[in-house]
C-alpha cells in the first residue's frame, strides 16, 4: 500500500462514506470508489466492511489504523517544516472560521491584504466543522473559543457580547420580553444547543414555543427580521439592523471570546504573517462593535 492508499483508507474510517472521504480529499465519490477497490486489491484483504450505518473497519483494518495515523502524523510534521522556510509572499492561506466572521471582519482584512500583496490568495474555509490547524486542514483559525494544544500558537482578538433581539412587528404583536403572550424563538439545531448563548436563550424565554432552528446565524438575523421569534445574536452583527430590536428588560447575554490560531510551525511563514496581520488590524480598528 502506498501513500495515497492509506490517505484514502483514513478518510474513509473517519467519515464512514465514500461521500464524506471524497470531500474530505477533495475528489469525486467515483474516484473514491475506484480508490477503495484498487486498495483492497493491492493490499489482498479488505480492511472496510460496508455496513447499513456506513464504512465500519475489519479487524485488520483496526489493526492498520494506528500505525497508518503515525504515517499520517510524521507527513504532515514534514510538510509543516517545508512550508514554514516558505518564504514567498504569494500562494494560497487557508483560513477556517465562523460565518458571521467571515461576512463582517474578513473582507476588509482580505482587501488591505491584496492592497499590498495581491499574490496571496486566501481560502475561506465557513464550514460548520472544525478544521484542524494540526492535520494541515486549514493554515489559520478564528474561533469563538480558547484553542488546545500545545503545538498550536493563538491570541484572544476581541469579546463577543450577545443580546436578544427581535422585529419590530414582532414585539407589537406579542409585547416586550420577558412579558408578553405567545412568543417564540429562533434556537440554534441540537448540535449547538450547549453553546452558552442557546443555553440562556431558552432559561431567559422559558416556556416560549420553537418557530425555526438553523445553525446560521445569518439566516437567524433573517428569520428575526421576518418577525418570526426572538433570536440571542452577537451585537456586531445586530446592532443597528433596520427593523431589528435590543431587548434591553432581560440584560446582556454571555460573552464569547475570538481567537485566531495558528500551527506553531507555520507562525513565522510570510504570507501567514501577512493574513495574521491585516486580521490583526481589522479587528483593532472594530473591536468596540464586538462587545456591545
Not at 232 to 251: H, K, N, T, W
Request: glycine share 8%.
Amino acid at each position: 500500500m502506498d501513500w495515497d492508499d492509506l490517505r484514502s483508507f483514513l478518510a474513509i474510517a473517519r467519515n464512514r462514506s465514500l461521500s464524506g472521504a471524497a470531500r474530505e480529499l477533495g475528489l469525486q465519490q467515483s474516484t473514491m470508489s475506484r480508490r477503495l477497490e484498487a486498495m483492497e486489491a493491492r493490499a489482498g484483504a479488505r480492511l472496510l466492511q460496508k455496513t447499513p450505518r456506513g464504512y465500519e473497519l475489519t479487524p485488520l483494518g483496526e489493526a492498520v489504523l494506528g500505525n497508518a495515523e503515525r504515517m499520517e502524523a510524521e507527513a504532515i510534521a514534514v510538510e509543516r517544516v517545508v512550508q514554514g522556510r516558505d518564504v514567498a509572499l504569494s500562494g494560497v492561506v487557508r483560513l477556517t472560521t465562523v460565518e458571521v466572521i467571515a461576512n463582517l471582519v474578513l473582507p476588509n482584512a482580505i482587501a488591505a491584504l491584496h492592497a499590498q500583496y495581491p499574490g496571496i490568495t486566501v481560502d475561506v474555509l465557513s464550514e460548520s466543522r472544525s478544521l484542524s490547524l494540526s492535520k494541515r486542514e486549514a493554515d489559520l483559525a478564528i474561533r469563538m473559543t480558547r484553542f488546545e494544544g500545545n503545538e498550536l500558537v493563538s491570541r484572544r482578538m476581541a469579546t463577543s457580547g450577545t443580546a436578544l433581539y427581535a422585529s419590530s412587528d414582532y414585539l407589537a404583536r406579542h409585547g416586550m420580553p420577558p412579558e408578553g403572550t405567545d412568543h417564540a424563538i429562533i434556537a440554534v439545531l441540537e448540535d449547538q444547543a450547549y453553546m452558552p448563548e442557546a443555553v440562556w436563550l431558552r432559561g431567559v424565554m422559558a416556556g416560549a414555543r420553537v418557530a425555526v432552528r438553523t445553525n446560521s446565524r445569518d439566516a437567524q438575523l433573517a428569520y428575526a427580521k421576518a418577525g418570526l421569534g426572538v433570536v440571542c445574536l452577537p451585537c456586531f452583527l445586530a446592532d443597528g439592523v433596520e427593523g431589528l430590536e435590543r431587548i434591553e428588560a432581560v440584560g446582556a447575554g454571555p460573552q464569547r471570546e475570538v481567537w485566531l490560531g495558528v500551527h506553531a510551525d507555520l507562525r513565522h511563514m510570510p504570507r501567514i504573517r501577512a493574513v495574521m496581520d491585516v486580521i490583526d488590524r481589522e479587528f483593532s480598528r472594530i473591536k468596540g462593535q464586538f462587545s456591545g
